[in-house]
């Protein structure tokens, strides 16, 4: 059995309250909520003042930047990942191929 601990669930089982759990469940929703808008709002700042471009662009920009090099990051890992596979696939059957010549 694999041992995590999710805060929620913690909180819901260490109060007994379902009025606590969705307490936490909103200020955890609020906190990310806030993260999110101050995480893409200082670089438009710093991008307005100095490309001269309206504040919704440059959230707009910001954010397209974002989910573009996020998800290129993403398709890189993917591709790695695929990559080592393979080479451990062909290494095993390479591996039995040896194996059972040699018998």
């Not at 041992?3 to 007994?16: C, F, K, P, V």
């Not at 959230?59 to 393979?86: E, P």
């Not at 080479?87 to 059972?100: C, L, S, Y």
């Amino acid at each position: 059995m694999i041992n995590i601990t999710i805060r929620t669930l913690t909180n819901h089982s260490r109060y007994q309250s379902e009025g606590i759990h969705v307490f936490c469940t909103l200020v955890g929703l609020l906190q990310t909520i806030l993260y999110q808008a101050i995480v893409l709002l200082l670089p438009a700042l710093a991008l307005e003042a100095c490309a001269d471009l309206p504040l919704y662009i440059s959230v707009a920009l910001i954010g397209s930047v974002g989910t573009v090099y996020t998800t290129i990051g993403g398709f890189k890992s993917v591709i790695w990942t695929d990559a080592f596979q393979t080479v451990i696939v062909f290494v095993g059957i390479f591996a039995n191929v040896i194996k059972g010549r040699d018998h």
